[in-house]
């Protein structure tokens, strides 16, 4: 069964397979006007959504800020059987219906295997350290076989190292606060992904990135559109002869 992966601004992604959904960093816009409105309702109760975009199962959060988890696009997308999912630090947002998770986690849910991960600035990579080690997270994403990192907001750590290989990779390049091209290109060698999209891109060019990472050999970079697809094949159905 096909994967179909959407991504927006700034890291929120849409995995979809079959009749299986799962949302990661839900809030949308590219300017701090767009957040906003994503953050607050209407999106929580009657606003339209882009094509394909629907209540799920499982939603994923890897920190608080609001370009990253506007809580009215989480009502929004919340079914009451929904599995909010995230870090102890979101808990002022989303109360007593997520589940809290660390770094070294590992659970199933909704069928989904899913591995908790570092994502944090390393001291002195930037003048203010705006994700502090242990208040937020990325995820690993086991599905059909595929596994799919999404890196939250993080700098270049360590423990990446522990991270690869995986099937595809969302990076972010913007540089204020996360890692710049030059990094997450040291990131994209340290992982090794079959497949990287850039994210939380701010002013750095996309672009500019894929050109580098290319220069890497055997490391496909997709440049997504706001609100584009990108299709992978399950493993899980692939001819074992």
């Known amino acids: ?140 994403l086991t599905i059909e076989g595929q596994r799919i990192y999404h890196a939250g907001d993080t700098g270049l750590i360590d423990e990446m190292k522990a991270i690869g290989p995986v099937d595809l990779a969302f990076l972010p390049i913007g540089g204020r606060f996360t890692m710049d091209i030059e990094e997450a290109v040291e990131a994209v060698r340290t992982i090794r992904p079959s497949i990287v999209v850039p994210m939380h891109r701010l002013n750095a060019d996309p672009r500019a990135f894929a050109e580098k990472v290319n220069k890497e050999g055997g490391i496909r970079t997709e440049v997504l559109s706001p609100g584009g697809t990108l299709m992978l094949e399950s493993k899980d159905e692939r001819p074992t002869n």
């Open 1 to 140: 069964m096909a994967i179909a992966v959407r991504w927006f601004p700034q890291s929120f992604v849409q995995v979809r397979s079959g009749d299986r959904t799962v949302y990661i960093d839900p809030a949308m816009g590219t300017s701090f006007l767009g957040l906003l409105r994503s953050a607050l309702p209407p999106y929580g109760r009657n606003a339209e959504l882009p094509e394909g975009m629907g209540p799920s199962e499982l939603i994923l959060v890897t920190h608080p800020h609001g370009d990253h988890l506007a809580k009215g696009l989480v009502e929004r997308l919340s079914r009451p059987d929904t599995e909010v999912i995230a870090p102890e630090s979101c808990r002022k947002k989303l109360g007593a219906r997520m589940t809290a998770v660390v770094p070294g986690g590992t659970l199933d849910a909704k069928g989904i295997g899913i591995e908790v991960v570092h994502a944090y600035n390393p001291e002195g990579s930037r003048k203010v350290s705006y994700h502090p080690k242990g208040a937020g997270v990325g995820y690993v």
